[in-house]
C-alpha cells in the first residue's frame, strides 16, 4: 500500500518549474481561444483598445489607466471560463447552484467592463 501524500512528490523548482507554468498558461489561452467565443470577442476588442488607450492617453499614468483594464476584462474571461469548465465537468444537468456560479462568473466579467467604462470616461473626459 502506498502511504504518500501528494505533497511526498518532486516538484519542479526555478527554470523547469518556469517552463512548465509557461506551457501551461500557452495551453490555457489556447483552450480559451478555440472553445470561448466570448473570450475571442474581448480578445478582439482588446487588439483594437490597447493601440487606442496607448495613443489616447496622455502621460503614461493615463495610458496605464486605459489598458490596464481591458487586461483586467481579459484575466475576468479567462476566470469565468474555467468555473464554467468546472461545473460543466461536474454534470450538464441543471442545478441551482451550477447556475449560481455561472451567473456570479458572468456578473464579474460584466463588472469588469463596467470598470473599463468608468476608467476610459474618467481619463479621456476629465472629471
Not at 500500500?1 to 505533497?7: A, D, E
Not at 523548482?13 to 483552450?31: E, H, M, P
Not at 450538464?92 to 451550477?98: F, Q
Not at 476610459?120 to 472629471?127: G, H, K, M, P, T
Request: glycine fraction near 10%; charge should be neutral; charged fraction near 20%.
Amino acid at each position: 500500500m502506498n502511504n504518500s501524500t501528494p505533497t511526498d512528490r518532486l516538484k519542479p523548482t526555478g527554470l523547469i518549474r518556469l517552463l512548465r507554468a509557461f506551457g501551461n498558461s500557452w495551453k490555457g489561452f489556447v483552450g480559451a481561444y478555440r472553445e470561448e467565443a466570448a473570450f475571442r470577442q474581448e480578445l478582439a476588442l482588446c487588439v483594437m483598445l490597447f493601440p487606442l488607450g496607448l495613443w489616447l492617453g496622455e502621460s503614461g499614468v493615463e495610458r496605464a489607466l486605459l489598458v490596464g483594464p481591458i487586461f483586467i476584462v481579459l484575466i475576468v474571461e479567462l476566470l469565468n471560463s474555467a468555473v464554467e469548465a468546472t461545473v460543466d465537468r461536474i454534470g450538464l444537468e441543471r442545478h441551482a447552484l451550477s447556475g449560481l456560479a455561472k451567473d456570479i462568473g458572468s456578473a464579474a466579467v460584466f463588472t469588469s467592463f463596467a470598470l473599463l467604462g468608468v476608467v476610459w470616461a474618467l481619463v479621456l473626459f476629465d472629471y
